[in-house]
């Protein structure tokens, strides 16, 4: 069993910052490409961040020059640093992980969500 816990998120105003975690947990043998995505209300779930084991990194054009993701692998964390919000970013937040459980075997994993709302 894997679980992946999001925190970090609220209320921001625009051009703040916030910074979210996600921590992943349980029988994991190994953890390769983690990222986080986002969903507005009434919208497509869409991609924020992806973050490779060896730590290359893939950003969404409208988030990009704005928002950083970086990993831990110690403590099976990842991060995202998110600077000059804007009302557009607001979105509920998942954290999504690559992950082995065992040699061989790899599944798909999502976290709850966590709020991030930017206010004008």
């Known amino acids: 069993q894997v679980q992946l816990v999001e925190s970090g998120g609220g209320l921001v105003q625009a051009g703040g910052s916030l910074r979210l975690s996600c921590a992943a947990s349980g029988s994991i043998f190994s953890i390769s490409t983690m990222g986080w995505y986002r969903q507005a209300p009434g919208k497509q779930r869409e991609l924020v961040a992806l973050?490779?084991?060896?730590?290359?990194?893939n950003y969404a054009d409208s988030v990009k020059g704005r928002i950083t993701i970086s990993r831990d692998n110690a403590k099976n964390t990842i991060y995202l640093q998110m600077n000059s919000l804007k009302p557009e970013d607001t979105a509920v937040y998942y954290c999504?992980?690559?992950?082995?459980?065992?040699?061989?075997?790899?599944?798909?994993?999502w976290g709850q969500g966590t709020q991030v709302t930017v206010s004008s």
């Open positions: 973050i490779t084991s060896r730590g290359n990194t």
């Open positions: 999504n992980a690559d992950v082995s459980i065992r040699y061989g075997q790899w599944d798909d994993y």
